[in-house]
């Protein structure tokens, strides 16, 4: 029998509980022994839960218990999470985590410590929620040199643009709707402002090119400055807007960028609504694989958190490493090239824009002069907002 201990009583280690608990006799017979809750650690009082016996608010209880073969952190953060599972893994316990801060940041040495110490450390349900798709990175796609991974990451965010888009919902209302169902983190910021997407396209970057990309380098808009009126010059580009994630390998740099951008209706990308991500991974063997499903909630992400659990009591994990190796390897945003959408004061006229762009499209003209680039340096963009009065550019995909 694999025991296992949960780290955290919230959103996902209930959804574990609960996954464990209703699926026990399909997870024993794909496990190959019965896997059970042994210890749920939470500061929070649970006494008068049907099985109060399990809490405990002592780590060192579930560290001293040497039945207890898995742990599943999913505190979240950096601070008690990084300690206890430094320690876990010290003690020879393997561990598995919904928590993509910690993946992103502190993957490698973490990884290095599993490694050391015998064990293992997974991740799936760090990114995309209940999408296999740290699993298939690392296994099925292994032969693969990829070169670019691009997509949907944040389930909350997604939810919120579909609201405007689709609703003429206002951010507000459709934010408090995404925190009710479960989706947005606790503190909304990490998803709107594009921190949860930026972790995750890290740690895609991570285990796709082998080295760790430090989160905070990366090039990251959220979608707090998105209005219905982008929504409304989107459509008349024939585009929606969603907040994408992106990465690219280039000789022996990388590239990664979070922003929302314009992406075509039609495509599977625009296609992918509410609290769906979407993933797609370009390998020199395989071309492109897309990935697709519910990227947040209680259940998805618990079947994800779970499923390595069955994997390590199965005993068949491949070997996931990457380096720490600093940022030199990381290009910056500044060289890459896009074609923007541009919100600019009608005191900007069209024949600036022309000899700043070259040709542009006009899009619009009553209050604002809205306008799309040809493909232009990013660096261009970002100046010529400094010096001109440019409300905001959007990314086109
Ligand atoms: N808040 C995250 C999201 C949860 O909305 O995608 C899943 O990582």
């Known amino acids: 029998m694999a025991k296992v201990a ?8 209930s959804g574990v509980y609960e996954v464990l608990n209703e699926n026990a006799e399909g997870i024993e017979k794909r496990a190959g022994e019965p896997i059970t809750v042994s210890h749920i650690l939470d500061i929070r009082d649970f006494s008068n839960h049907p099985h ?7 780590f060192e209880d579930i560290l001293a218990d040497k039945e207890v073969t898995v742990i599943a952190e999913v505190i979240g953060g950096k601070t008690f999470a990084f300690d206890y599972t430094k320690k876990a893994l010290m003690a020879g316990k393997n561990v598995v985590t919904s928590n993509k801060e910690l993946v992103a940041t502190h993957g490698a040495e973490l990884l290095k410590l599993a490694q050391e110490n015998g064990v293992k450390y997974l991740f799936e349900a760090s990114v995309g929620g209940g999408i296999p798709i740290i699993h298939p990175m690392y296994t099925c796609l292994a032969a693969n040199e990829i070169s670019e991974i691009f997509g949907i990451l944040n389930g909350t965010t ?13 951010f507000d209302v459709a934010l408090k709707n995404a925190q009710e169902l479960g989706y947005a983190e606790a503190n909304p910021s990490a998803d709107v402002d594009g921190i949860d997407a930026c972790r995750k396209i890290a740690i895609l970057a991570d285990l796709a090119f ?14 707090t400055n998105i209005d219905l009126s982008d929504v409304k010059y989107a459509e008349k580009l024939d585009s929606v807007i969603k907040l994408i994630g992106y990465c690219k390998k280039d000789e022996d740099e990388v590239f990664a ?23 797609l991974v370009r390998g020199n063997a395989i071309g492109d694989v897309m990935f697709y499903g519910r990227g947040a909630g209680k259940l998805p992400t618990a079947s994800a958190v779970v499923s390595d659990i069955i994997e390590i009591a199965v005993g ?35 024949d600036k ?23 232009v340096k990013e660096a261009l963009m970002a100046e010529t907002a ?9 990314r086109r995909f």
Do not use: H
Not at 52 to 58: G, I, P
Not at 158 to 170: A, C, D, H
Not at 320 to 329: L, Q, R, S, T, V
């Open 158 to 170: 997604n939810y919120i643009l579909t609201q405007m888009i689709q609703n003429g919902q206002s």
């Open 386 to 394: 400094k010096n001109y009065p440019i409300k905001k550019y959007i």
């Open 316 to 350: 068949n994990c491949a070997k996931i490493m990457w380096e720490n190796c600093g940022d030199d390897f990381m290009k910056d945003i500044s060289s890459e090239t896009a074609s923007f959408v541009v919100r600019a004061d009608k005191s900007f006229t069209e």
């Open 52 to 58: 109060s016996e399990l809490f405990t608010k002592d």
């Open 257 to 279: 960028r979070v922003s929302p951008m314009l992406i075509p209706k039609g495509t599977a990308l625009a296609n992918t609504s509410d609290v769906f991500n979407a993933i």
């Open 6 to 13: 949960i780290l955290g009583f919230g959103t996902v280690g």
């Open 353 to 375: 824009a022309k000899e700043i762009f070259g040709n542009i499209t006009v899009i619009d003209t009553d209050g604002e002069f809205v306008f799309a680039t040809n493909s």
């Open 210 to 223: 082998g080295k760790q990309l430090s989160p905070d380098k990366i090039y990251t808009e959220g979608i």
